[in-house]
């Protein structure tokens, strides 16, 4: 489990394509801290497990279906990423339960002038976003201002600009959303057990 409240900006220093997926070399002296095989790192939000730590990087595998619902297939060696490690037993509980589960992919529109940040988001994702709720983007624990269909605001104080890849977006860029998951569970409790979310968890961990 994650919170959102990312403890470093790291970098991409390594991206080695194997066909049908990736594996991403990642440097970040505060995550690799206490790193070891197995762990999981939220990268930009995906949560991805640990295949190697070497110093202040570490190595993860990242398969098609992350790729294919997420922005790492688009990542680049000296990109700057989101990261954060999964939150140990009995850890302060800064942000909001996030499983490192991408819903789907959004994009940066624009800042206007009163701080508020504007992401469009898929159509399918409206009925879990809702105003004053919470939403993960690129792995950041936010709340959200307004919405409507297909569109969203933040505000995002000088903190978070500085010290995640949010302050370094620029329009057009893809970001990833996880909607709170406690939204997904009253749905399927409402709806009498059925799912109604068309996306699967693309983006979660490697080895389930």
Do not use: W
């Not at 066909?19 to 690799?32: H, N, S």
């Not at 680049?76 to 989101?82: F, H, K, L, M």
């Not at 860029?173 to 009253?186: I, M, Q, T």
């Amino acid at each position: 489990m994650f919170t959102g409240i990312v403890e470093e900006l790291g970098e991409i220093t390594a991206v080695e394509d194997n066909g049908d997926a990736a594996r991403l070399r990642v440097r970040g002296p505060v995550v690799t801290g206490d790193a070891k095989h197995g762990d999981s790192i939220a990268v930009n939000g995906v949560c991805l497990t640990v295949v190697e730590v070497d110093g202040d990087e570490f190595t993860v595998d990242v398969v098609h279906e992350t790729l294919d619902r997420t922005s790492l297939a688009k990542v680049e060696a000296g990109r700057s990423v989101n990261l954060e490690r999964a939150m140990a037993a009995g850890g302060r509980f800064g942000g909001h339960v996030m499983q490192g589960h991408v819903d789907g992919t959004g994009v940066f529109l624009h800042r206007d002038a009163d701080d508020l940040t504007h992401f469009a988001f898929p159509p399918q994702l409206g009925r879990y976003i809702v105003e004053k709720g919470s939403i993960a983007i690129d792995g950041v624990s936010l709340t959200v201002a307004s919405v409507s269909p297909e569109e969203l605001t933040v505000a995002l104080i000088p903190t978070t600009l500085s010290l995640t890849t949010l302050g370094r977006t620029e329009p057009g860029d893809v970001v990833n959303l996880e909607v709170d998951v406690l939204a997904k569970y009253v749905e399927k409790q409402t709806a009498g057990g059925a799912s109604a979310l068309p996306v699967d968890n693309g983006g979660g961990k490697e080895d389930g």
